[in-house]
T-cell receptor, first 115, second 116 residues
Framework: DAGITQSPRHKVTETGTPVTLRCHQT?????MYWYRQDPGHGLRLIHY???????DKGEVSDGYSVSRSKTEDFLLTLESATSSQTSVYFC??????????????FGPGTRLTVL | AQSVSQHNHHVILSEAASLELGCNYS??????LFWYVQYPGQHLQLLLK??????LVKGIKGFEAEFIKSKFSFNLRKPSVQWSDTAEYFC??????????????FGKGTLLTVNP
């Protein structure tokens, strides 16, 4: 267990509304990542963070922004949700669990539906 | 940019059959390689990983993978599958360089269905 929680776990919203998803970790990991998972596309990186206030874009960052004001929380915001952003969103941390190195561990996911 | 190809979209096997899922990547440098599994309705879990050393890597639940550098491949194998192996399997690659920020590139996944 990597100590990662995501909230909310499920959300239904309407097109044009802002949405914020939260990823929370308890192990003080420096690196955090947001992915989206869509059928036929696997997981694609949206944004990632390599420290407090240090973030960068991933492969599919358009329409998303992120913030990391403290180590334990990484927020993903959809400024104006669109139906194409209906997806399952996973947060991940780069961790060193059980003596391992350079491995990403994933949270439980947030299922977002944009109507 | 690197990319990962998983050749099989959906594999259907009977219990006790042998499994091999293909994974090829495109990247000219040194890489770290991973296989993740996602059981229905759950998040991704690490099956195994390769960083360096012995190219035959053993993971959890009887899975293993072989890194063949000359073929840019990292195929997943299991000698005898069980119904409980029904899941989606993802191959992922991370360039082994300091500037990569440890970002993973995933394949599109292979859905494995094991019939009892």
């Amino acid at each position: 267990d990597a100590g990662i929680t995501q909230s909310p776990r499920h959300k239904v919203t309407e097109t044009g509304t802002p949405v914020t998803l939260r990823c929370h970790q308890t192990e003080n990991h420096r690196y955090m990542y947001w992915y989206r998972q869509d059928p036929g596309h696997g997981l694609r990186l949206i944004h990632y963070s390599y420290g407090v206030k240090d973030t960068d874009k991933g492969e599919v960052s358009d329409g998303y922004s992120v913030s990391r004001s403290k180590t334990e929380d990484f927020l993903l915001t959809l400024e104006s949700a669109t139906s194409s952003q209906t997806s399952v969103y996973f947060c991940a941390i780069r961790g060193f669990l059980a003596g391992s190195t350079d491995t990403q561990y994933f949270g439980p996911g947030t299922r977002l539906t944009v109507l | 940019a690197q990319s990962v190809s998983q050749h099989n979209h959906h594999v259907i096997l009977s219990e006790a059959a042998s499994l091999e899922l293909g994974c090829n990547y495109s990247y000219g440098g040194t890489v770290n390689l991973f296989w993740y599994v996602q059981y229905p309705g759950q998040h991704l879990q690490l099956l195994l990983k390769y960083f360096s050393g012995d190219p035959l890597v053993k993971g959890i639940k009887g899975f293993e993978a072989e890194f063949i550098k000359s073929k840019f491949s990292f195929n997943l194998r299991k000698p005898s599958v069980q119904w409980s192996d029904t899941a989606e399997y993802f191959c992922a690659v991370n360039p082994n360089s300091g500037g990569s920020n440890y970002k993973l590139t995933f394949g599109k996944g292979t859905l494995l269905t094991v019939n009892p």
